[in-house]
Structures are given as structure tokens and as C-alpha cells.
């Protein structure tokens, strides 16, 4: 068990591109071929994002490779999959979605301590360009200072 909690398979264009305003986190309902795969680390979230479909959410863009062992019975890589959340919670991220012009993007996925796959999910606004360079300068100068503050 020891190595499933190495597994966290994270989305590093998201906090570049957007901001990142709540944090959720939701089950997956994988098969299992799915779930064999992603225990090897066998995901990429690359332009992972949620949309609703009569009041469920979908995980659109994710990545699982095809388990290397599988037979004819190996799962499709980059299909819709669909997380398991509140209903309060899918009515909120829902109604923010659609009023605010928000989206929901996938931030990670891993596994926790009982073994089930988890994905965390943000609700999230888009940076426009100059946020994105003064994003960048924030990153840069808080670097230095605890660069500077280790010495």
C-alpha cells in the first residue's frame, strides 16, 4: 500500500492559467483496467476540465494510458469519466459555472489511504495575459526571498 501513496498526478498549466478561487474533492468511477493503470502513475491531466450533464459532472480531458497487461477488455484512454460529489456541491459548482463565467478544471489526481482514486477539482477564472506575467514575477521574487532567507 505503501506505493499508491506516491501516486498524485498533478495539472501544471492550471495554476498557470487560471485562478484558482475554490477546491473540491471528488471520487472517479473508473473500471478496472483504469484503476490498474493510474496505480502506475499512467496519467496526464493535460487541458482537464468539467462540464454537467443533466445535474452530474464529467471529467473531460484526462488521461489514463492503457494498462500494458490488458486484454480486450482494456478501457479507452481518454474518455469521459464521472466524479462522484454532493448534490449541494454539484448545484454550487453548477450555478458558479453558469452566472460568473467560471469554469471547473481538474488540479490532480491521486490515490488516498483507503485506495480509491480521487481527483481534485477547482473552480477557477481565467488569467488574462498580464496577469500571467505579473503571476511569473510574484513566483520569481518570493523564490528569491526564501533563496535569500536559507542563507
Same mark, same amino acid.
Given at each position: 500500500?505503501?506505493?499508491? +501513496? $506516491? /501516486? #498524485?498526478?498533478?495539472?501544471? &498549466?492550471?495554476?498557470?492559467?487560471?485562478?484558482? @478561487?475554490?477546491?473540491?474533492? %471528488?471520487?472517479?468511477? @473508473?473500471?478496472?483496467?483504469?484503476? $490498474?493503470?493510474?496505480?502506475?502513475?499512467?496519467?496526464?491531466?493535460?487541458?482537464?476540465?468539467?462540464?454537467?450533464?443533466?445535474?452530474?459532472?464529467? /471529467?473531460?480531458?484526462?488521461?489514463?494510458?492503457?494498462?500494458?497487461?490488458?486484454?480486450?477488455?482494456?478501457? !479507452?484512454? +481518454? &474518455?469521459?469519466?464521472?466524479?462522484?460529489? #454532493?448534490?449541494?456541491? =454539484?448545484?454550487?459548482?453548477?450555478?458558479?459555472? !453558469?452566472? $460568473?463565467?467560471?469554469?471547473?478544471?481538474?488540479?490532480?489526481?491521486? =490515490? #488516498?489511504?483507503?485506495?480509491?482514486?480521487?481527483?481534485? /477539482?477547482?473552480?477557477?477564472?481565467?488569467?488574462?495575459?498580464?496577469? +500571467?506575467?505579473?503571476?511569473?514575477?510574484? +513566483?520569481? %521574487?518570493?523564490?528569491?526571498?526564501? &533563496?535569500?532567507?536559507?542563507?
Amino acid at each position: 500500500m505503501a506505493d499508491y +501513496k $506516491k /501516486i #498524485n498526478v498533478r495539472n501544471k &498549466r492550471a495554476a498557470f492559467d487560471y485562478e484558482i @478561487l475554490e477546491e473540491y474533492v %471528488a471520487g472517479i468511477v @473508473l473500471t478496472g483496467t483504469e484503476i $490498474k493503470s493510474l496505480r502506475l502513475g499512467k496519467a496526464s491531466m493535460v487541458d482537464c476540465y468539467c462540464y454537467f450533464d443533466r445535474h452530474e459532472v464529467y /471529467i473531460r480531458g484526462l488521461n489514463i494510458s492503457e494498462y500494458h497487461w490488458g486484454t480486450y477488455n482494456n478501457h !479507452q484512454p +481518454k &474518455r469521459d469519466r464521472k466524479l462522484l460529489l #454532493n448534490r449541494r456541491e =454539484i448545484d454550487k459548482l453548477e450555478r458558479a459555472s !453558469q452566472d $460568473k463565467s467560471l469554469t471547473v478544471v481538474g488540479l490532480r489526481v491521486f =490515490i #488516498n489511504d483507503r485506495g480509491l482514486a480521487k481527483v481534485v /477539482i477547482g473552480l477557477a477564472r481565467g488569467r488574462k495575459s498580464f496577469d +500571467k506575467r505579473e503571476y511569473i514575477k510574484e +513566483k520569481d %521574487a518570493k523564490r528569491e526571498m526564501d &533563496r535569500f532567507m536559507k542563507r
